[in-house]
T-cell receptor, first 114, second 112 residues
């Protein structure tokens, strides 16, 4: 099984450009999330989804949009890239469960905005 | 703001020694998880401990949880060079839709 697949692995954008980071999972997980990782900051939650058609904001949602039209896919859109969005982005998925379940992470997208 | 704070931020030990990392958090939790991240890679789940559990083992890993002190510790026994990585704690809340709040991580270096 592929697990969680993120594309692209690397991307360089110019300030003001837009782009979509792709995330797909083949485990039929209800929950999906996007995080960004900056040096010394750990991971911060951008947006998350509890199922198709349902999304919500995390800790740092500004400048990002998401949608969840299928269970498998959860793309992250940067509307107008800024240098402050230079980061490593991780997508994660997990089963639903009242007592919590482990998250499976993709390998990340390293984004540089110049 | 991030939920967890980890201590120490960096730890360097010799192969065969034990490594202990600590995590503190701020709000009530449903579960606490530990993840490992090798340089430049995604995170890998190590262990999950629920709020009604006090200790859990998995191979060379031992995790404790003290909800009264809002803290957890991860012990890696008989460490190996391959354990060199960053370790993160993450907390999950009740009915939080899989959301995890991460600490800043501990960078572990195990020297052969």
């Amino acid at each position: 099984n592929a697990g969680v697949t993120q594309t692209p692995k690397f991307q360089v954008l110019k300030t003001g450009q837009s782009m979509t980071l792709q995330c797909a999972q083949d485990m039929n997980h209800e929950y999906m999330s996007w995080y960004r990782q900056d040096p010394g900051m750990g991971l911060r939650l951008i947006h998350y989804s509890v199922g198709a058609g349902i999304t919500d904001q995390g800790e740092v949602p500004n400048g990002y949009n998401v949608s969840r039209s299928t269970t498998e896919d959860f793309p992250l859109r940067l509307l107008s890239a800024a240098p402050s969005q230079t980061s490593v982005y991780f997508c994660a998925s997990s089963y639903s469960g009242a007592r919590g379940t482990e998250a499976f992470f993709g390998q990340g997208t390293r984004l540089t905005v110049v | 703001s991030q939920q967890g704070e980890e201590d120490p931020q960096a730890l360097s030990i010799q192969e065969g020694e034990n490594a202990t990392m600590n995590c503190s958090y701020k709000t009530s939790i449903n579960n606490l998880q530990w993840y490992r991240q090798n340089s430049g890679r995604g995170l890998v789940h190590l262990i999950l401990i629920r709020s009604n559990e006090r200790e859990k083992h998995s191979g060379r890993l031992r995790v404790t949880l003290d909800t009264s002190k809002k803290s957890s510790s991860l012990l890696i026994t008989a460490s190996r060079a391959a354990d060199t990585a960053s370790y993160f704690c993450a907390t999950g809340g009740y009915n939080q839709g899989g959301k995890l709040i991460f600490g800043q991580g501990t960078e572990l270096s195990v020297k052969p």
